[in-house]
């Protein structure tokens, strides 16, 4: 009687290798793109509530204060345009920077720039109402530019927030950490501050820009 040789399969140790690399890959990705998701997420969120608020609103009203677009951006001085919309900006920026030198900022940036999203959308619907198509096309060739362009500054800046907030709290009350190194990424984050301050500027005068030269073609 000729024997039966059984033979199990032997684990290949590079594919099980690949494999770690995989998952460790993965969880790197994960870490370094869920906060931009999130915020991105929020900010979506923000533009739907905002529209969805101005249109659940009295029209009458806004529509009766069509008149004051023109009269604005008429007859606002270019000073007076750059503290209105630099002061808008620095909220945000600010709100960001104190968040992200919070143990629980992390938790509160979402909603801040959720916020901002909560802002872009409520204008938008507002022009588009009260305006017409004149006002959807001072809302996309007027407002958007610089708001997207603070919008993608504030993006990259909240995940820094968010990561030193989370960094914070991580000395604060984990056993592990090393409270040495702290001093060090506050420094980085600070210096990292004044290079977006510094672009909020350029954004304020971007929409200084537009809302003085492109909105003349629009009244």
Do not use: Q
Not at 42 to 67: E, L, Q
Not at 147 to 156: K, M, N, R, T, V
Not at 195 to 200: D, E, S, V
Request: with cysteine; net charge positive.
């Amino acid at each position: 009687m000729k024997g039966v040789i059984l033979s199990l399969p032997v684990r290949n140790k590079k594919s099980i290798t690949v494999k770690k690399e995989y998952k460790r890959d993965f969880k790197a990705d994960l870490r370094r793109y869920l906060p931009v998701g999130v915020l991105v997420l929020f900010f979506t969120a923000g533009v739907i509530s905002g529209s969805a608020a101005f249109s659940a609103g009295d029209k009458a009203f806004w529509a009766d204060m069509d008149f004051i677009f023109p009269s604005v951006f008429d007859y606002m001085s270019i000073p007076r345009s750059f503290v209105a919309f630099f002061g808008s900006d620095f909220l945000f920026f600010s709100m960001s920077l104190l968040c992200g030198l919070s143990p629980w900022g992390s938790v509160a940036v979402p909603f801040v720039y959720g916020f901002k999203g909560f802002g872009t959308g409520f204008a938008g619907a507002m022009l588009i109402c009260t305006m017409g198509l004149k006002g959807f096309g001072f809302y996309l060739t007027v407002v958007l530019p610089g708001a997207f362009l603070f919008s993608l500054c504030l993006l990259f800046y909240s995940v820094r927030s968010m990561a030193m907030s989370v960094r914070i709290g991580y000395s604060l009350f984990s056993r592990n950490s090393s409270e040495n190194s702290l001093p060090h990424y506050a420094k980085g984050f600070l210096r990292l501050s004044g290079k977006y301050l510094i672009l909020t500027f350029l954004c304020a005068l971007c929409d200084v820009f537009f809302r003085t030269f492109v909105a003349k073609i629009w009244f």
